[in-house]
């Protein structure tokens, strides 16, 4: 899928701007502040229906204005969608071809952006929290079997939680929630398990196409029980044992809430032992990833790399800029880029004009 038409009303720093995009890459060069992000932030805000970086929707808001609209047209093959978000500061509302879209598993299926912000070169060194939501995110795109029990784990997770807090806690309550939790956790398990080995499967060669050397990467998943036919056993005993300790500290301390993943780059962990460039290029592979799981052509998401070349050497650029090449849309924004094969925007007082050829 591409977006090949953008309109931005009183969203972030843009009174009003309208500018179409081509396939394959289009690179968004500008100032530091003339709104770079900001454009590919809008692309993202229609797939999930909130900011890659602010969970205040009021800040999307040009100041001193009451709502901000995001429209695109996205086509895949010989369909096309408009796509319209409105956002004022206590509400998101989203259209496709004028009727509602009120589910987020309807809207990223509508449309699926894949983002790479700077600060996720550190993803690995970051807190888990951060791994999690990698998994969560894209699982949830491409199963809404994972989403729903992800609704339901948080849901039992609140319940499990309050009453840990309560004076006397209702030990036969705790007990009914606890195995409704583990029949969730079972799920999740092992889509993520599933999930990292897929991605473990092309990692390596992503890595390797962009780097230009002989690399092994995979990610370490590291679920709370092993996950196989003794699951509901182990996690059951897991639980109990952590009982007291759960009353004490008044919080579920186990569980899929608390699972972390690492990188192994040529034997070692990433975090500890990769260079500032490797974590970057890793976690750019990393991914890219999912647009290689999805193998309709037509529902191949759309790439935004913010931000993501400045401090890799030349010859990383060039091999990762031939690589997005082949990809059906990239969006990357720059302070300084030439590009070679690209369409051309350029920022400048809140307004994009195209380069010319
Ligand atoms: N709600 C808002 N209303 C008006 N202006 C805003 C709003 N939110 C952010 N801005 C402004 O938008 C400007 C551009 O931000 P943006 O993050 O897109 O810049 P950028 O081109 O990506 O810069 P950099 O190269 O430093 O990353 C900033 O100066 C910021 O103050
Ligand atoms: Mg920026």
Redesign the pocket.
């Known amino acids: 899928m591409i977006v090949t038409k953008l309109i931005l009303r009183n969203f972030?720093?843009y009174e009003r701007l309208e500018v179409r995009f081509d396939p394959k890459l289009n690179v968004i060069v500008?100032d530091?502040?003339?709104?770079?992000?900001?454009i590919v932030e809008a692309i993202h805000f229609l797939s999930l229906a909130r900011s890659f970086r602010t969970s205040e929707t009021s800040?999307?808001?040009?100041?001193e204005r009451q709502f901000a609209t995001i429209e695109a047209r996205v086509e895949e093959d010989t369909i096309h969608k408009d796509i319209v978000a409105v956002i004022t500061p206590s509400s998101k509302k989203i259209t496709c071809n004028k009727k509602p879209v009120r589910k987020i598993s309807e809207l990223s299926n509508l449309i699926n952006v894949i983002v790479f912000e700077p600060k996720d070169a550190l993803m690995f060194s970051d807190s888990p929290l951060v791994r999690r939501n990698f998994l969560d995110i894209n699982l949830s795109k491409k199963s809404p079997v994972y989403l729903e029990n992800l609704m339901s784990f948080d849901k039992l997770l609140k319940e499990r939680n309050s009453l840990l807090k309560e004076e006397n806690v209702d030990l036969t309550q705790l007990d009914i929630v606890t195995n409704q939790l583990i029949d969730v956790e079972e799920t999740l398990c092992k889509y993520r398990q599933a999930y990292v080995s897929e991605i473990n499967n092309i990692l390596s060669k992503i890595i390797v196409n962009i780097k230009g050397t002989k690399e092994e990467a995979h990610l370490e998943y590291y679920p709370f029980v092993k996950v196989d036919g003794e699951f509901k056993n182990r996690a059951t005993r897991a639980y109990e044992r952590n009982k007291e300790s759960d009353i004490r500290h008044k919080v579920t301390q186990l569980g899929i809430h608390r699972e972390d993943m690492k990188m192994i780059l040529n034997g070692k962990d990433i975090s500890t032992h990769g260079s500032q460039g490797e974590n970057r290029i890793a976690v750019i592979a990393l991914k890219l990833c999912p647009y290689f799981l999805i193998e309709d052509k037509n529902k191949k998401p759309i790439i935004v790399l913010d931000?993501a070349m400045s401090e890799l050497d030349k010859i990383h650029q060039e091999r990762l800029l031939k690589f997005l090449e082949k990809l059906e849309q990239v969006f990357i924004?720059s302070?300084k880029l030439t590009v070679k094969n690209a369409s051309v925007y350029e920022?400048k007082k809140a307004n994009i004009t195209r380069r010319k050829a």
């Open positions: 972030r720093n500008g530091n502040a003339s709104g770079k992000t900001n800040e999307l808001i040009k100041y931000d924004t302070t920022v």
